[in-house]
């Protein structure tokens, strides 16, 4: 199994990394456990002093670690070293309020129960193995693994196959800045060996984004041995915009959330779902600014969208448009595969899709919008509604009583009304239906891996 890494500009190998053998995984599931025994015994001032230290070390080495995550997965380097930046706020926020947000919750009147004293308390569970993907290759760690390190517990890591030297880096970053040995290790892995870890009694919970096939198979091995399971998986959010809303406004935000990160995003706008009254405007400035973009090399400055990160993501991104085509959907902007050594394609919007195109129901991971016209309000909603994903979505409108109304209607796990989906530390983050269950992020997120223990006493 390749572990490696392939520069997505040049599609030139630039490192392979030797797979950790059988024997070394055992060796670091058991450091993982012996840490977990240790870490259960310190006090949350302890581990918040650790998990600052931690975070001033992404804070001082944000330009080379940038790089790092640019040469390995292709985002604009702006972009990486905002990720850097993001990671760092999110553990110094668990450090300063973890304490809080697992603090002990009395029963106001234990007379009721018949006790003196009744509350609940929240307690680590041990050991958790964290199955994440390269898109952000930091961040997505880091918001598991700060709350899980902050609760008392520790972490096991398989991160994807094609970013290892950011796993590597992640191996070595709570040790060097205070936790106790094996608090945090790296599983360099294959996807087959993922189960055997799932399986270890001495690995008690397992969060997974990524997927809807991996998600899948990771909840089945968990639910076999009745683990604790978190699941984030792909989504194909809507952006709706109605007649009341700021359209250049509207126009200029959707460009964003489409391709941030190179469009590889699972929170990003996919479905941009237009009032009749408005569609024309907006696909015209939507097109405009998509084709204005700047594509090329990520770590130039002036560029705006990178490479894809894999030549496989953009093979399967190049067969979605050419279906929608070939059934009579309408390219306004991009759709042609450039020349050149890398994996780029171009900022694409398509319209007029039928309804048996691939991409009405399939996640475009990539800088490919799709334009739909709605009617009206209830045909939006039944648009943005008729997909199997349920992540998060946004709607554009003026009037409070739309704003109500796709609130309470919207199939998601999230809302966003006059923006773009973007996870923040105070928030829930998760979804529904088949985008996955449980919830990262904020008070409850940190939740998902602590036993919450009932406790009467007469």
């Not at 030297?165 to 040790?175: G, N, P, R």
């Not at 996870?423 to 269950?437: D, T």
Request: net charge negative.
């Amino acid at each position: 199994m390749a572990i490696a890494t392939v520069n997505p500009s040049t599609g030139k190998t630039e490192m392979v990394i030797e797979a950790h053998t059988p024997a070394q995984v055992q060796e670091r599931i058991g450091e993982a456990a012996a840490a977990a025994k240790a870490l259960c015994r310190t006090t949350y001032a302890q581990r918040a002093g650790w998990m600052r230290a931690a975070a001033d070390l992404l804070d001082d080495e944000s330009a080379n670690l940038g790089r790092l995550i640019t040469v390995e997965m292709g985002k604009p380097l702006a972009q990486a070293i905002a990720e850097v930046a993001k990671s760092a706020r999110a553990m110094r926020f668990y450090a300063d309020n973890a304490e809080s947000f697992l603090a002990d919750v009395p029963l106001e009147d234990p007379a009721e129960v018949g006790a003196s004293r009744a509350w609940t308390r929240y307690e680590p569970l041990g050991v958790v193995l964290a199955v994440m993907p390269w898109n952000y290759p930091l961040w997505q760690v880091i918001r598991f693994a700060a709350p899980a390190l902050m609760a008392g517990n520790a972490g096991l890591l398989k991160h994807a196959s094609n970013v290892p030297q950011a796993a590597i880096f992640l191996d070595t970053l709570f040790e060097r800045a205070g936790f106790p040995k094996g608090s945090f290790r790296t599983l360099l892995i294959g996807g087959a060996e993922v189960g055997a870890v799932i399986a270890d009694p001495r690995v008690k919970a397992v969060t997974l984004t990524g997927s809807e096939p991996a998600g899948r198979s990771v909840a089945a091995i968990a639910g076999d041995h009745i683990k604790k399971t978190v699941l984030e998986l792909g989504g194909s959010d809507p952006f709706i915009v109605l007649p009341s809303a700021d359209i250049q406004q509207a126009a200029a935000t959707a460009v964003r959330a489409r391709i941030n990160n190179n469009g590889q995003s699972c929170i990003a706008g996919k479905r941009f779902i237009v009032h009749a009254e408005v569609y024309d405007a907006f696909a015209a400035e939507f097109a405009r600014r998509m084709s204005e973009l700047r594509v090329g090399d990520p770590l130039l400055p002036g560029t705006e969208v990178g490479p894809l990160a894999t030549e496989s993501g953009r093979r399967e991104l190049i067969e979605l448009v050419e279906d929608a085509q070939a059934k009579g959907a309408t390219i306004l902007a991009g759709g042609t595969v450039p020349d050149g050594d890398g994996w780029f394609y171009p900022p694409t919007v398509i319209a007029d899709l039928p309804c048996d195109a691939r991409l009405v129901q399939e996640e475009a991971f990539g800088p490919v919008a799709c334009l739909y016209r709605a009617h009206d309000n209830e045909h939006a909603l039944r648009l943005a509604n008729q997909t199997t994903f349920g992540l998060s979505s946004a709607v554009w409108t003026n009037d409070p009583q739309e704003q109500d109304y796709f609130i309470a209607h919207l199939e998601a796990g999230a809302v966003f009304v006059n923006g773009m989906t973007v996870s923040y530390q105070e928030l829930p983050f998760g979804g529904i239906k088949r985008s996955g269950f449980g919830r990262e992020l904020a008070a409850v997120g940190q939740r998902e891996f602590c036993n919450l223990k009932t406790v009467w006493a007469v």
